[in-house]
């Protein structure tokens, strides 16, 4: 088991920005793509951003392209989502994950550990 965990939710109002950090304790993180997805109430948990193990190549769902940015730190272990001009939309537990490979996908499969999740509530 590789433990990941996730900070940086919480309540934000629409139009507002939230950062959410996933910090990994595994010596090998920086070989392995990683991922964001999310999971809104009475949904199913949907692809959101994922990073290649070097950081050059980035996908996003079309919802948030433009809106969120992913990047990894691979010194200090930690993927980030950087989240802008945030919905109601949005509002979700956002959970991150490790890949089995090195090249990120949006397919939940691929993905072979995840977090425990952190809540992001957009709301006025």
């Known amino acids: 088991q590789v433990p990941l965990v996730e900070s940086g939710g919480g309540l934000v109002q629409p139009g507002g920005s939230l950062r959410l950090s996933c910090a990994a304790s595994?010596?090998?993180?920086?070989?392995?793509?990683m991922g964001w997805f999310r999971q809104a109430p009475g949904k199913e948990r949907e692809f959101v951003a994922s990073?290649?193990?070097?950081?050059?190549?980035?996908y996003y769902a079309d919802s948030v392209k433009g809106r969120f940015t992913i990047s990894r730190d691979n010194v200090k272990n930690t993927v980030y989502l950087q989240m802008n001009s945030l919905k109601p939309e949005d509002t979700a537990v956002y959970y991150c994950?490790?890949?089995?490979?090195?090249?990120?996908?949006?397919?939940?499969?691929?993905?072979?550990?995840w977090g425990q999740g952190t809540q992001v509530t957009v709301s006025s």
């Open positions: 994950a490790r890949s089995r490979f090195q090249s990120g996908s949006s397919f939940q499969g691929d993905y072979q550990y």
């Open positions: 595994e010596r090998t993180f920086s070989t392995y793509a």
């Open positions: 990073i290649k193990w070097s950081g050059a190549t980035t």
